[in-house]
């Protein structure tokens, strides 16, 4: 039973979705609501009018971009889509792994990618998967449209009003792997690593073991070049300052830290297999 | 607010406050107690009924959002005669249910991975065992809930062509048995 109360509204169209946004206090967007309606039944998050977009049709779909370099994928794909893709499943596999990670079967079915990414208050599994790919949102807000760097949308909330749309994730072929271990009861990351081998080098994120999904670029910098050993990953990571790294619950910094080193040392020992098949 | 749903086929309309879940309509507002509720918080699997043929728990869809869309309970899963379907009776035969509470859910959430590998392929153990992972069990264990999948999938593969259902079955429960001794 959730005791909060609120109005809910479901939009014909993006437009009336963004006016709705933007011109009601306390107006969120509700999208397969298997991160909201948990939060709004405990209490933490709260909202005055749910704006429900989850059969936008405009914010579905998977494609490559008119030059082909990237992929666009809608923020209303369901992480059971993403998982099983095979366009995603080709040319940006850590995201596919890291959808395939997520929870359950009946959560992927309903949660979207917009939503896992935009998920607050706690570690989710596709953040880091875009960092690591170097991906980018496409928003859509009062103002207009906009993009935003995975990066940044990973450093703080996404701009009030606004919808994300897709993102945008660069192709890369097999060069690219996740890794996560997960808790127990929630299925939630203790921490995840998503990997990608470019030819400018590693890109390497990480999340659970910090205090938000961080790309690591002095642990990038100090791998370059390879080659990507288990002990040279290890030695990579504890080169990190040591605040870095954040107790979690029944888990000392040190212990996360070097459990993200060591799913970080498989994901690159995988995306390296994938290379040379 | 005014919402219609189909339920087991059958047109419903009602009204309902935004806040309310489709467990709560389901039980209370229709009298389909088969759905269970366990913890109420996403994680035990009980609840899980088919939205547009997709399994979901029914705790965490608003009815509101559901309008418009149709809904498969466990009580829609036997014909009228009260015969079980090919996943149940595969179930009752491994032993894959015991107190029961959490047969519906797995019943609903099974369904959708013995559908979707229907034209295919039967489902490796570990898959099956994956698709679990929404579905908390008390009493089995798991392994006889996977082998009930093994034989619900090897039946229906095996009537697809020739053959009886009887022979089918045998052959079908020594294949269950050896797949899961073997890992
Ligand atoms: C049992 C269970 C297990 C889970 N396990 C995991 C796990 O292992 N790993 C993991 O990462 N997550 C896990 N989750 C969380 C879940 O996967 C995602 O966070 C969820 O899928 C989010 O997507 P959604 O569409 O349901 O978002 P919603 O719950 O609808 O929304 C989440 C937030 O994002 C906002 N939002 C959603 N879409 C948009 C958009 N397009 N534009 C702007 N704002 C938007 C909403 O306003 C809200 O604030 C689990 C959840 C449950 C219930
Ligand atoms: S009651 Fe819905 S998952 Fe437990
Ligand atoms: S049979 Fe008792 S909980 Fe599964």
Redesign the pocket.
Known sequence: MILAEFDYVRPAGLDEALAL?SGTRGA????????????LRSGA?R?GLLVD??RLAE?RGIGRTTDGTRLRIG??T??AELATDPLVLAEAPELAA?AR????P???N???????????G?????PVAALAADAVAE?AGPDGRSTVPAEELAAGP?PAG????ALLVPAAGPAAAFE?T??RA????VC?TAVRITPGGPRIAVTGATSRALRLRGVEDRLRGGPYGTDAVLAAFRAEPRELFVPGRGTSAEYLGHLVGVLTARALHRAEQALAR | MDITLKVNGRPEQFSAQPNELLVERLRDGLGLTGTKVGCD???CGTCVVRLDGRSV?SC?VLTASAGGSEVATIEGETTRGGELTGLQEALRQEHGTQCGFCTPGMVMALGELVDSTAGGAAPTEAEIREWLT?NLCRCTGYHSVVRGVQRACAVARAEAPAGTAESAAVAASGAAAQEVRGT
């Open positions: 946004l969120k967007a509700l999208a397969g609501g298997q991160s909201l309606l948990p939060d998050d909202a977009i989850r914010l923020a209303l369901t992480l890291a990670a997520n929870g359950d009946q959560v992927r309903l949660g979207t990618i917009g939503g896992n990414l935009l998920a607050a706690r570690a989710t599994d596709l928003l996404a606004s919808v994300l749309t996560k997960a808790d929630t299925r939630y990351p995840a | 918080t996403g994680q728990k965490l929404g």
